[in-house]
């Protein structure tokens, strides 16, 4: 993304949430010429300054940096259900996904646990019928030594 159009989408946040320019770069330490600067010449924005300024225009770092999330419809509409809730029930509603993120994570440690111990118990068999074989072969397979002058 270009300066031009972060300097474009930070200006626009601000009339959104009725802020100016001025209160935005006074809240975030922010030169006054900041938007000028950021709009014509080619400097660069530390990601701590980016996260600054879109905490104080409530939007998202990728907003401002122009990278589309591409939602499917089901996180649409669990979002739009999610911003209708009030600060408490966000609370409660983050703890439950983080509970449920837990829970799976610890059910996916337990399939993968039990899956290695079927490996290593295989792998066990198979150092087994190794040596069976080679207990086998060493005991009924004679193998005569190669004798160049042998003839058949």
Known sequence: ?????????IKDKCKDNNITINQ???ECGLSKGFIYELEKRDKSLSSDRIYRIAN?????S?????????????EKKLLNLFNQLDEDYKKQA???VFQLVVK????QDEELNSKKAYIAALGGC???I?????KYIEENIVVDEYKPNNKF
């Open 126 to 128: 198979v150092m087994q």
């Open 62 to 74: 990728d907003y401002l940096l122009g990278i589309e999330l591409k939602n499917n419809e089901q």
């Open 1 to 9: 993304m270009n300066n031009v159009a972060l300097a474009q989408r």
């Open 56 to 60: 104080y225009l409530n939007c998202s």
């Open 104 to 107: 799976m994570a610890n059910e």
């Open 24 to 26: 935005l770069t006074e």
């Open 94 to 96: 983050i703890s439950q």
């Open 130 to 134: 190794d040596e069976d074989l080679a």
